[in-house]
């Protein structure tokens, strides 16, 4: 079974590696990760860099096709060559998944137009913006196309993947070999539980970055 991850400059690292994580324990999985070109892709800070050893023009298929988000999804999201190798790759797959802003390119891919899907809480409206329709829900799944909201959503993504395709008792077991047991020190983990003071912070976080 062909996981295929796409990579991109200006990536959110989790976004990749925490479905990585999950996805690479089913039976028989082959992973690869595909940007333009092969090499290093640094993430969004800078800081780190993720490896693609195949470039997209080298692979035509996957079964499970998984886009992460970023900062850089906002350019992509107007990149011809990237929007159309989604739209080709998607007619191979058997799930098309994505990960924050990852569902911001397979919207702009016309891949979710009248089917519901989320991505990060601060951008959620603009899926509408390509036809699809926005729920704000942790994980979405309509038909083939399963879309997780923010960056730590991309495990829960990948245990709800892992449960369609290998079992409920599976994943649960990959849940326990990854110790997945979430026990933040903080309830501020979502938008509608964090105070005001909090998601103002974070605005003006993301409007520096």
Known sequence: MDVTFLLFEGITALDAIGPYEVLQRLPDARVRFVAREVGPVRTDNGFLALHADHAMHDVARADVLVVPGGFAT?????????????????????WTTSVCTGSMLLAAAGLLVGREATTHWSQLSRLSEYGAVPASRRVVETGKYVTAAGVSSGIDMGLTLAARIAGDEYAKAIQLGIEYDPQPPFDSGSVDKADPGTVEALITMLQRA
Not at 74 to 94: G, I, N, P, Y
Request: avoid cysteine.
């Open 74 to 94: 906002r350019q992509l999201e107007h990149d011809q060559a990237t929007l159309e190798w989604l739209r080709a790759v998607d007619t191979t797959t058997t």
